[in-house]
């Protein structure tokens, strides 16, 4: 039986909210000392990294691109906004746009091999995208989507609300919950043909 993926908390939920209001305290001390911005860096990196990771699909241009973006964000702190959506959007908009830029000259390839075997034996492509931290297996259902909807995708799974990916974005929030849909919808009818085939050679 399929388990139902949990919702990243909301933005308005206590721990959220205790986490906002630590941000905004060390980023006060960080734009007078930017010895202050350790905690900051510290909290984000693990999902910053993944972030790049699932992008690039490599370690260590991921491991440099996550250095970009905390020299970026070190550097621009003292023109960070106080009523920016949130520091962690801030950072994950610095992200994005290293990121695609280290994209520029690369062509994502999906394996459908990969796909064809989750559509035949494994969970939807809700719960797989929301749960998998394993990395391939994402990755193979990521690259089939059109950019933008990969982008959201990956951002969700960094942990970001609709809120966050929206000002990471530069979109609005109905903008998003609606690629999000179609992403899903655009997973579901590409590997309902492949599991089928699966399926129908597994049993010969």
């Known amino acids: 039986m399929r388990t139902t993926p949990s919702s990243p908390p ?3 939920s206590p ?4 986490v906002l209001d630590e941000d905004a305290r060390v980023i006060a001390l960080a734009k ?4 202050a911005f350790a905690p900051l860096y510290d909290r984000y990196f693990d999902p910053v ?22 020299a970026k964000a070190l550097a621009a702190l003292p023109r960070y906004r106080e009523d920016a959506p949130s520091f962690r959007s801030w950072l994950f908009t610095i992200a ?3 990121i695609t830029d280290d ?23 809700e719960e797989l995208v929301l ?13 089939m989507l059109p950019p933008d909807q990969r982008q959201i995708l990956e ?17 609005s929030l109905g903008a998003v919950k609606i690629a999000q849909v179609r992403a899903f919808a655009r997973l579901r009818a590409t590997l309902e043909p492949a599991g089928a085939a699966a399926r129908k050679e597994g049993e010969r």
């Open 49 to 70: 990294y993944r972030y790049c990771y699932r992008r690039l699909g490599d370690r260590e241009a991921a491991a440099d691109a996550t250095a970009q973006v905390f």
């Open 15 to 18: 721990r959220v909210t205790g």
């Open 103 to 125: 994209l520029r000259a690369r062509r994502p390839v999906a394996p459908m091999d990969a796909a064809a075997h989750v559509a035949a034996t494994g969970p939807s492509p």
């Open 155 to 171: 951002l969700r799974l960094a942990g970001l609300t609709g809120p966050e990916i929206a000002a990471a974005l530069g979109r």
């Open 10 to 12: 909301s933005q308005s």
């Open 131 to 143: 749960t998998d931290e394993a990395g391939s297996t994402v990755r193979a259902l990521l690259a």
């Open 96 to 98: 994005h746009n290293v």
């Open 32 to 35: 007078r000392d930017p010895r």
